[in-house]
């Protein structure tokens, strides 16, 4: 919990850095461009996630002796990794870094939606090393050039705005500088033991944890009807938890896509109500629901994998939410029960749900507060292969990415196409 939210405060840093982009609606639509300059960076690969799984344990303070300032080294890989996870929460979004000696170039490109949808928003930043933090150089928005200084204002106003000041002061105490050179980023850091309370406190702001209690509270209320087993299918949750959803929405100054992401991340936490108190710590004032055995598709493991996706998905964006869930059946080849193309499936049913919940937030409120099945949401699957070890998995599909591998994909992708909830 404390390397995530360490891991936290380096996204919090970039992600400052990307907010200056809506200084871009102080110089009006002079600067949307008919195209993207920056284009979508390729799905996030197995080995991405082992190097990034890798990156967390290295700075994980538990494995550290004492206090006092460290040092990170990341790849350009890595930085566009991070970048990727801050994109796409704002779809259509890309970005890209480049790094040179005592400089990072920034460049993103930002969809316009409503009135203005298909235009442009490009930006390309130029930051300096310094003894500090890096500082701004170089602006550009669309054609308009920004002098550094108001960039720098507009950072710290946007940053404190979109994260708060709490969690801008924390990500300051804990990253004292970056050096940028060829291919890597060094980020200097500081652990001291009082951080770690204050890591766990600044998860989650204080208006999304009202958001995300009403709707613990109101599955804490739910009389579900049980099946063989005391088993509970997933889908009984939705109609009350979405009509709750689009009613708030219909409220004067609110967000149908954070209603949405606060309905998905409490279902995430219905079958383990308890573990919510270690990412929430006021979350032990609530009332929680009970611990219910849900099911999908007449599955117990389904539904773990579809609400996980799901809230990954609204966390962090679907590319990464992919490679999670297919590094997750790579481990299972290895150690556990096998590869499955079952889980994959769900896993991307879950993926496109939680995207679906983000960019068309009322039409799927809708749609599940109306009531849904199993087969609405996740595509048919008793025909794909699954419980594969690695000398079957090998014999039938080579390795993850050949041509085999890619072929069952698109299969299943085919078959999420044709439901009409993802259209």
């Known amino acids: 919990m404390i390397t995530r939210w360490l891991w936290r405060g380096l996204l919090v840093v970039l992600s400052a850095v990307l907010a200056v982009l809506l200084l871009g609606a102080l110089v009006g639509s002079v600067v949307l461009q008919g195209q993207p300059e920056v284009a979508r960076a390729a799905d996030v690969s197995v080995l991405d996630l082992a190097r990034a799984a890798r990156l967390l344990r290295s700075i994980d303070p538990r494995r550290q002796a004492g206090e006092g300032v460290r040092e990170l080294a990341m790849t350009q890989r890595e ?12 779809a259509p979004a890309a970005a890209r870094a480049t790094l040179q000696p005592r400089r990072l170039r920034l460049q993103a490109s930002i969809g316009t939606r409503g009135w203005m949808a298909g235009r442009w928003l490009n930006i390309d930043l130029t930051l300096r090393d310094t003894e500090a933090l890096p500082l701004i150089e170089r602006l550009r928005i669309g054609r308009v050039p920004v002098p550094g200084w108001l960039g720098e204002w507009a950072l710290r106003q946007v940053a404190a705005w979109q994260f708060g000041p709490d969690q801008v002061l924390l990500a300051r105490d804990v990253v004292r500088g970056m050096a940028f050179d060829t291919g890597q980023v060094s ?3 500081v652990w001291r033991a009082d951080l770690a309370g204050r890591l766990v406190g600044s998860m989650m702001a204080a208006p999304e944890q009202d958001r995300l209690r009403v709707y613990v509270e109101q599955l804490a209320t739910l009389k579900l009807k049980s099946v063989a087993g005391g ?112 889980d994959v499936a769900v896993d991307r049913a879950g993926t496109r749900f939680g995207l679906a919940a983000l960019r068309q937030p009322q ?35 080579g390795s993850v990415g050949s041509p085999a591998y890619q072929r069952q994909l698109a299969d299943i992708d085919a078959r999420l196409d044709r439901l009409p909830m993802y259209r």
Do not use: C
């Not at 930085?79 to 704002?90: C, F, G, N």
């Not at 606060?262 to 009332?287: D, E, G, K, N, T």
């Not at 699954?386 to 039938?396: C, D, H, I, L, V």
């Open 231 to 342: 088993r509970i299918p997933m889908v009984q949750l939705m109609p009350t938890v979405f009509a709750l959803a689009a009613q708030r929405s219909g409220v004067e100054g609110a967000d149908a896509a954070q209603e949405n992401r606060a309905a998905i991340l409490a279902m995430a936490f219905a079958s383990h109500p308890r573990q919510l108190v270690s990412v929430v710590p006021a979350a032990r004032r609530w009332r929680l629901p009970p611990p219910w055995r849900l099911t999908m598709a007449g599955r117990d493991d389904f539904p773990l994998h579809f609400l996980i996706s799901a809230a990954l998905a609204v966390e962090a964006g679907g590319p990464l939410s992919d490679a999670i869930g297919l590094f997750k059946e790579v481990n299972d080849a290895r150690v556990g029960s096998g590869f499955s193309f079952t």
């Open 79 to 90: 930085v566009d990794l991070l970048l990727d996870q801050i994109a796409q929460r704002s």
């Open 363 to 397: 039409r799927l409120q809708r749609a599940l507060a109306a009531g849904v099945t199993d087969a609405d949401l996740m595509p048919e699957v008793s025909d794909l292969p699954e419980f594969m070890k690695p000398p079957e998995f090998n014999q039938r599909y």
């Open 187 to 189: 980020v200097r850091y």
